[in-house]
């Protein structure tokens, strides 16, 4: 049976270097933009409702009957209207829901497939590990946008389908450097007491190994946001996206179907793809922030 000191210290000393590396990542100025940027969508997202002017799907018309398409920002429009006279600001505010949803969805699905692989396939090693790491050539063998068109395919064009292949394509990324932390953390001397004293496998795996590489999950996690919000916006671009659904792809698909490029609505289709590239930096502007935590030596 495990030492309860033992199981203390460890405790301890997790919740001390987990503290330490929070304290490094909002110092730096780059994780605290990405988590900024983080912070700004889900209270958008939250209160969406309060915030938009108008249905971000309803045709909207001027006071003499008339359908207000192509309206210029400013007024009762704040970033116009679209050809269809549907106010373009609306369905910006109305988009972020399904990028965090997405984003939110994808992010956990990664960090949970991932972490939990990289833990048995680095600490059980043997034939098991073999087969994971195999099993993770075959996941990133798979082209990614193609699998979620084919996914859409088989299916009816839903959300769901993006997280999906996310989910099922993205972990070994976080399982293959999960892994190789294990491969060092099991090694050491406070897991090697714990064994000693009769902790079981899982008891180790999870009580003293898993803390260890918390932030690493954290941040494949971030970075998988990121990646969800842009590969939903690719399939919504392309048409394989889900109608019922608002989102700053389809913002981008229906712009480009009716030409508001060649038209010089800006209004139209720059707004929702600086929120795409936003979201997007602010997983790698958490990923700079935590190198330094993860990896010492770059401090110098």
Same mark, same amino acid.
């Given at each position: 049976m495990a030492n309860p000191a033992v199981l203390g210290r460890t405790a301890a000393r997790s919740r001390s270097v987990f503290r330490e590396g929070a304290a490094r990542i909002l110092r730096d100025p780059f994780s605290v933009a990405g988590l900024s940027i983080y912070l700004v969508l889900i209270l958008i997202a939250?209160?969406?409702?309060?915030?938009?002017?108008? +249905?971000?799907?309803?045709i909207l018309f001027r006071p003499n009957g008339r359908v207000a398409n192509n309206q210029p920002p400013g007024g009762a429009f704040l970033l116009g209207t679209t050809n269809l006279g549907r106010d373009i600001y609306s369905q &910006?505010?109305? *988009? !972020?829901?399904?990028? &965090? =949803? /997405?984003?939110?969805?994808?992010?956990? !699905? /990664?960090? #949970?497939?991932?972490? $939990?692989? *990289? &833990? $048995?396939? *680095?600490?059980?090693?043997?034939?098991?590990? #073999?087969?994971? =790491?195999r099993l993770s050539d075959v996941a990133l063998a798979i082209p990614f946008l193609p699998f979620v068109i084919v996914l859409s395919g088989f299916f009816r064009a839903?959300?769901?389908?993006?997280?999906? #292949?996310?989910?099922l394509l993205l972990w070994p990324n976080t399982a293959r450097v999960i892994r190789a932390q294990v491969l060092t953390v099991k090694e050491r001397a406070y897991v090697e007491a714990?064994?000693?004293?009769? #902790?079981? +496998?899982m008891r180790i795996l999870f009580t003293h190994v898993a803390p260890n590489i918390l932030p690493l999950t954290f941040l494949y996690g971030s970075v998988a946001i990121g990646w969800a919000i842009l590969t939903e916006a690719a399939v919504s671009f392309v048409g394989f996206g889900d109608p019922s659904r608002m989102s700053w792809g389809y913002m981008l698909? +229906?712009?480009?179907?009716?030409?508001? &490029?060649?038209r010089g609505s800006w209004n139209w289709f720059l707004p929702p793809g600086i929120c795409i590239i936003l979201v997007v /930096?602010?997983?790698f502007f958490l990923a700079r922030g935590a190198e330094e935590v993860l990896f010492p030596k770059l401090r110098s």
């Open positions: 939250i209160f969406a409702d309060q915030l938009m002017t108008h +249905d971000p799907t309803q &910006l505010v109305a *988009g !972020s829901r399904n990028a &965090l =949803m /997405v984003g939110l969805a994808a992010a956990i !699905s /990664v960090a #949970a497939i991932g972490t $939990l692989i *990289g &833990l $048995l396939s *680095g600490y059980f090693g043997g034939k098991i590990d #073999a087969f994971l =790491m839903n959300t769901w389908n993006v997280v999906i #292949a996310v989910a714990a064994r000693v004293t009769g #902790a079981s +496998d698909q +229906d712009a480009f179907v009716s030409q508001a &490029l060649s /930096v602010a997983g």
